[in-house]
């Protein structure tokens, strides 16, 4: 026997902008809890991830296990979205979810949710419309207007957590540990925020905290944030966690407390693709309060909403020869569209003078090489040639800079001081992407051990290495290791580097009264390389490292010797460039040992005068 369709439809006028609301409503596993729903878990047996994002979970409401297939989400930002669940277990066969948010001309939006169930039952013809119709109906409504009193109110990343959870001593350890940062050199009114949010953020926002996040809503440098949460892990206030990206979706597949714990490679159930870990896009930094300050426990009330991946901009699923139109509002830049069944992708540029309509077909031959160009605003007409479903992904292509790339925290000076034990486990090696590599060493160091004897010098080459390791960690670059009266340290970017180095020179060559100068001689290259784990700490190694390496006896400790690679670094060609930082530039002639067949351009820098 069929039942009939229940539909319920909820309208609110709210003064937030769809742009605002988006983040807040299209977080789905946020909402559903504020909304009462119960956790989500996979089947108790058998697969939860199907082809194409479908996935089968189940959760217990009144006593009932209610177990569903749902499809992907669909949706187009900031303007709507939607899910279908179809019920395998439980008193309702089908049910469908939409919103809208429609702009309006006073920057408000007109929000539009509606909700379709078909019953299978006569259970199901009384529970929809008591748990829909009555229950969820006022919990909806009290959450649309929360929400749209935080989108329209000052930045915020959590609503307040009236039930957070602190275990014995809990409170009275975040005092005392406050306490301590700020007696180790913390800023207090950095301090105060993070214990403001480790006592009111709710348990979705601690479960996995992000410095540069918390840094750009509190107004607060990002370097100052990030060496915060570094510092209160050390005092036991945070512990970090490494959460390994997939490629594609940029979801946290894999977490692990260490780096010793990472896996080379890691499966992606929703991409249904393995990717091999990287330091530079694949491994993000996180936090979370320690167990013993305060109790963070989560569950997930909702797997795929739009917000679990906010670089994709439109996700649609097409049945097989089915054509769709969708307006689209975007920023300039980079764009992919991509099948989940289909390899490679589309590229797409977006630009003020891109075509205002077009259309995107995907068949057996794959995609068109070309890049096609879009306008801010385009339509874009999607063909399924195929015989089976496809995913529609349109996704940009530009990574999130508020994400801590393990590349980027392990080549800082003050997380090597703070965890030094932190390393890959023996034998493993990752990449990290492009890394400046710098060598130096001391001109001269043999011939003073025996002018002023050993102790004696022995004392002035541990004072250059800690000029050298306050001028690196200025510039946001790491001391890697020491060699003798040599060093090698890494940096992110090259102009960085420079300037870490002429600092270097400059101090060393012109020190207090009293105190005897150095010549530093400096190589420097920028290149792809690779991490390692030598004797128990983190190191880099690769034919780039080797190259950085051979710089540096070319060096006459009066200039810096840099590769091509270097030198074509915007920054630094700028850096160069300008009057008022009085460098001057000049090609170098020389052979590299082991790379006589290669020719690898190189350059003298030097200071006027």
């Not at 108790?44 to 296990?65: P, V, Y």
């Not at 209160?232 to 990206?245: C, E, I, K, N, V």
């Not at 128990?536 to 710089?551: K, T």
Request: hydrophobic share 40%; charged share 25%; aromatic share 8%.
């Amino acid at each position: 026997m069929r039942y009939r369709d229940f539909h319920y439809r909820w309208e609110w006028q709210l003064r937030s902008s769809p742009e605002s609301l988006w983040p807040l409503l299209s977080d789905t596993n946020r909402f559903n809890r504020d909304a009462g729903l119960p956790v989500v878990a996979p089947p108790a047996e058998g697969s939860a991830a199907f082809a194409n994002a479908h996935r089968r979970l189940r959760f217990r409401r009144f006593g009932l296990t209610i177990e569903w297939v749902e499809e992907p989400f669909e949706w187009v930002r900031p303007f709507r979205f939607g899910v279908v669940r179809r019920l395998t277990r439980g008193p309702v066969v089908e049910m469908r979810v939409t919103a809208e948010l429609k702009p309006q001309p006073d920057g408000g939006t007109h929000l539009i949710y509606q909700v379709w169930a078909r019953p299978k039952s006569l259970l199901g013809l009384v529970v929809i419309p008591i748990q829909v119709g009555q229950i969820s109906a006022r919990r909806f409504d009290a959450v649309m207007r929360r929400y749209d009193e935080m989108a329209t109110g000052a930045p915020h990343i959590s609503a307040p957590a009236p039930d957070a959870r602190f275990p014995t001593s809990g409170r009275k350890r975040l005092v005392q540990m406050s306490e301590k940062l700020i007696a180790q050199g913390s800023p207090p009114e950095l301090v105060a925020r993070l214990v403001a949010t480790i006592e009111q953020a709710d348990d979705l926002t601690l479960t996995r905290l992000r410095p540069y996040t918390l840094a750009d809503y509190w107004g607060a440098p990002r370097r100052a944030v990030l060496e915060l949460c570094l510092w209160a892990t050390r005092a036991g206030l945070l512990d970090l966690r490494w959460d390994m990206l997939c490629p594609l979706c940029r979801g946290a597949k894999e977490t692990s407390a260490s780096l010793a714990d990472l896996q080379n490679n890691v499966h992606c159930d929703t991409c249904n693709i393995d990717f091999t870990v990287n330091f530079d896009r694949s491994v993000e930094l996180t936090f979370k309060p320690n167990s013993a300050v305060r109790l963070v426990e989560v569950g997930e009330f909702c797997i795929g909403g739009p917000q679990v991946t906010p670089h994709i901009i439109a996700q649609q699923l097409l049945a097989p020869g089915e054509r769709r139109e969708l307006q689209l509002a975007l920023e300039p830049g980079r764009y992919r569209l991509r099948t989940l069944k289909q390899p490679g992708g589309q590229a797409l540029l977006v630009t003020d003078e891109g075509a205002p309509e077009i259309n995107l077909r995907t068949d057996e031959k794959g995609w068109s090489n070309d890049e096609l160009t879009l306008s801010l605003r385009p339509s874009l007409n999607y063909e399924n040639a195929t015989d089976v479903e496809q995913l529609f992904v349109l996704e940009r292509m530009a990574w999130s800079d508020q994400a801590v790339t393990a590349a980027e925290v392990t080549a800082l000076q003050i997380f090597r001081d703070l965890f030094a034990t932190e390393a890959l486990r023996p034998h493993q090696q990752i990449s990290v992407g492009s890394m400046t590599i710098v060598f130096t060493d001391l001109r001269g160091s043999t011939r003073l051990y025996r002018e002023i004897g050993d102790a004696p010098a022995f004392g002035a080459v541990m004072s250059h290495f800690d000029i050298l390791r306050e001028t690196v960690d200025e510039e946001e670059g790491a001391l890697v290791k020491t060699l003798g009266d040599a060093i090698m340290a890494v940096f992110r970017r090259p102009a960085a580097a420079l300037r870490a180095m002429l600092k270097a020179q400059r101090r060393l060559a012109n020190p207090p009264e009293g105190t005897r100068p150095f010549l530093l001689k400096v190589g420097m290259h920028t290149g792809h390389c690779i991490a390692v784990n030598l004797n128990g700490r983190l190191d880099y190694f690769g034919s780039n490292v080797n190259i950085a390496a051979r710089l540096e006896p070319l060096s006459s400790g009066q200039d810096i010797i840099i590769s091509t690679a270097v030198r074509d670094d915007p920054k630094v060609t700028v850096m160069i460039e300008a009057p008022e930082n009085g460098l001057q530039i000049e090609p170098v002639e020389a052979m590299l040992k082991g790379f006589d067949e290669e020719r690898i351009e190189l350059w003298r820098v030097t200071e006027k005068g």
